[in-house]
């Protein structure tokens, strides 16, 4: 049996399209799952240190000296992926790594929480904070005041 040279073109293209579909998807699949488990390690993470500061604090530190503290710890880390920062009761940051991002505050229109999986935004990162809430998400920040 003889294939005719355009049955071997739709053969051909339609396992094209099937290549390229799967691997688009399987792709996709993975790049989703590792930034979901990015954001799950970075909430344990959150919840380790939170934690440990209300440790310290219950064990007779200061507020202060544990701020101090954990400002000496994750000054100068990275802040590519994800980071431990510290917000005050009015949204107004007291610890980041990056030094020059203290004392700002969060608006209410400059800093949200979108999901990992359409991107559609599930909170107000000023609201969650303030809420004492755990997001899981990626933040998208617009700028601080």
């Given at each position: 049996m003889k294939l005719k040279s355009s049955n071997l073109f739709i053969i051909l293209f339609v396992l094209g399209l099937v290549y390229y579909f799967s691997f688009s998807f399987i792709y996709k699949s993975t790049i989703d799952d590792l930034i979901n488990q990015q954001v799950q390690s970075s909430k344990n993470q959150a919840n380790i240190i939170s934690n440990l500061l209300a440790e310290k604090i219950k064990s007779g530190f200061s507020k202060e000296q544990v701020?101090?503290?954990?400002?000496?710890?994750?000054?100068?880390?990275?802040?590519?992926?994800?980071?431990?920062?510290?917000?005050?009761?009015?949204?107004?940051?007291?610890?980041?790594?990056?030094?020059?991002?203290?004392?700002?505050?969060?608006?209410?229109?400059?800093?949200?929480?979108?999901?990992?999986?359409?991107?559609?935004?599930?909170?107000?990162?000023?609201d969650a904070v303030m809420e004492k809430q755990s997001v899981g998400g990626i933040r998208k920040l617009e700028n601080y005041t």
């Amino acid at each position: 049996m003889k294939l005719k040279s355009s049955n071997l073109f739709i053969i051909l293209f339609v396992l094209g399209l099937v290549y390229y579909f799967s691997f688009s998807f399987i792709y996709k699949s993975t790049i989703d799952d590792l930034i979901n488990q990015q954001v799950q390690s970075s909430k344990n993470q959150a919840n380790i240190i939170s934690n440990l500061l209300a440790e310290k604090i219950k064990s007779g530190f200061s507020k202060e000296q544990v701020k101090n503290e954990l400002q000496r710890s994750i000054e100068n880390s990275s802040t590519d992926y994800s980071f431990v920062c510290m917000f005050d009761a009015t949204g107004k940051e007291i610890c980041h790594p990056n030094k020059e991002k203290i004392g700002k505050t969060l608006l209410k229109n400059n800093s949200v929480i979108r999901s990992v999986s359409n991107n559609k935004v599930i909170k107000n990162f000023k609201d969650a904070v303030m809420e004492k809430q755990s997001v899981g998400g990626i933040r998208k920040l617009e700028n601080y005041t």
